[in-house]
């Protein structure tokens, strides 16, 4: 992302490193933990401590819904300190649960919840959910699948985003291309980013995240469904993309061969994203976070579903959660009362239009203030239409490792240092070796 002033980075989540990062690492566990009353102090308040993850805009909403909600229930008071980033919130859990002093709340990537849900202090809020004190049964399925681990609702739904391609127009125009409409196909992409590829002028066709991690990861999967694979096969033993895998490396392959593809050599994807705000990449596949940046700088765009193979829609969608730890039943109770109120659609509409996600649920869909924003934001109707198109990761505890082999599996074939071929091989080794181990 930019670092455009008052607008979020990636989901509003500030990357680790630096000041941010040494904050994070000596204040974290500062008053959190079990305590022996519960958490109810002699005046009958209760305190829970949420470790929120965000910066910029998205902490300020964060800040403002948390001002709402002790007013209008003023036996609960959210303790917002902490200074936990949300990119080492897994590490930072992890060491917190460790050592016993951990928070009522904490914002869990997706990709992260079933290896933290490992943890027996993790509530378990499956009968919470269903019970209709949410509106679970009107959640996207991206959002209610995200959360279930084992068949348990491990979480709620923190945040839901989709995957699909925002357009340069003035670059398509220049290179006398039509803009891509729904049904396109994966070879029409890698052929129209060769077509806005300008070596003299510094232009590229589209960009990939080049660093190996989750942004570089979840950007292939949706190439693995559409050829009929899966990210862990069926048996549970084995990667299941082994031969669509290659496949789909091809698309990369040839993005690579064309020299049409950016890719980012760092973190966040920022340099990517400054390529495409500068007006030096024609195309690149992103989520609705990106949406506010790319107003900003002016730019003309134009949004259209991913391609695929098949030419039926498929997306992918990366929801992250809230998820509850257990101080005590005074703590675990207050904590379950908040996240209920925070993910109503009265309160998740706010969240969406000024944090940049789409609607946890229909009824959120339906909120005045989602529709004047969608109605004042070209493109974003096209992300909410393709959640119901998307897919998501499994919650599995071997996920992270086998989006890290991939990850580098990516890496190398962006580079041209292995075949597609060669590069799944490798992956599938790590991987295959990581869903043998007992869970």
């Keep these: 992302m930019t670092a455009v002033p008052g607008v979020p980075s990636r989901r509003g989540v500030l990357r680790a490193g630096g000041a941010g990062a040494l904050l994070a690492a000596g204040g974290a566990l500062t008053g959190c933990g079990r305590d022996g009353d ?17 910066t910029d805009i998205a902490a300020r909403v964060i800040k403002g819904l948390v001002a ?6 003023p036996e609960i008071r959210v303790d917002l300190g902490g200074g936990v980033l949300a990119d080492a919130m897994l590490q930072k859990v992890t060491a917190a649960l460790a050592s016993g002093s951990y928070p009522d709340i904490a914002y869990v990537f997706g990709s992260d919840l079933a290896s933290v849900a490992r943890s027996p202090q993790v509530v378990d809020l499956t009968d919470h959910v269903r019970g209709g004190a949410t509106p679970w049964r009107t959640y996207w399925a991206p959002a209610r699948e995200a959360v279930t681990v084992n068949g348990r609702v491990r979480a709620v739904p923190a945040l839901l985003d989709c995957l699909a391609v925002v357009c340069n127009k ?16 994966w070879g029409e992409f890698t052929d129209t980013a060769r077509r806005l590829t300008d070596a003299d002028k510094g232009r ?8 190996g991690d989750e942004d570089t990861v979840w950007r292939l999967w949706p190439l693995v469904w559409d050829l009929g694979g899966d990210v862990i096969a069926d048996d549970g033993r084995s990667i299941g993309f082994a031969e669509e895998g290659v496949r789909a490396l091809e698309v990369v392959r040839d993005l690579a061969r064309d020299r049409s593809v950016y890719v980012d050599p760092k973190p966040g994807s920022e340099q990517m994203y400054q390529v495409f705000l500068s007006g030096r990449m024609g195309m690149v596949p992103t989520a609705p976070w990106q949406l506010p940046d790319i107003e900003q700088a002016g730019l003309d765009y134009h949004v259209v579903p991913l391609p695929s193979f098949s030419r039926r829609p498929l997306t992918i969608s990366g929801p992250d959660t809230w998820t509850l730890f257990d101080n005590g039943g005074a703590r675990a109770a207050a904590a379950r009362t908040f996240v209920t109120w925070l993910i109503q659609p009265a309160q998740d509409s706010r969240w969406d239009v000024r944090a940049g996600s789409l609607p946890l649920s229909r009824r959120s869909e339906d909120r005045r203030a989602w529709r004047e924003h969608a109605d004042r934001t070209p493109g974003l109707s096209v992300f909410t239409e393709a959640v119901s198109s998307a897919r998501v990761r499994p919650v599995h505890p071997a996920y992270p490792r086998i989006s890290r082999s991939l990850g580098r599996a990516v890496v190398a074939v962006l580079l041209g240092r ?19 181990i007992p869970r």
């Design 38 to 54: 519960g958490g109810a102090g002699s005046d009958g308040r209760v305190t829970i401590q949420m470790w929120h993850g965000q």
């Design 68 to 73: 709402e909600f002790e007013r209008t229930h």
């Design 170 to 185: 003035k670059l398509f125009a220049e290179a006398g291309l039509d803009l891509p409409e729904a049904g396109w196909t």
């Design 204 to 211: 590229f066709g589209t960009g990939w995240p080049g660093t």
């Design 418 to 436: 292995a075949s597609p071929a060669d590069a799944v091989r490798s992956c599938a080794q790590e991987s295959n070796a990581a869903l043998l």
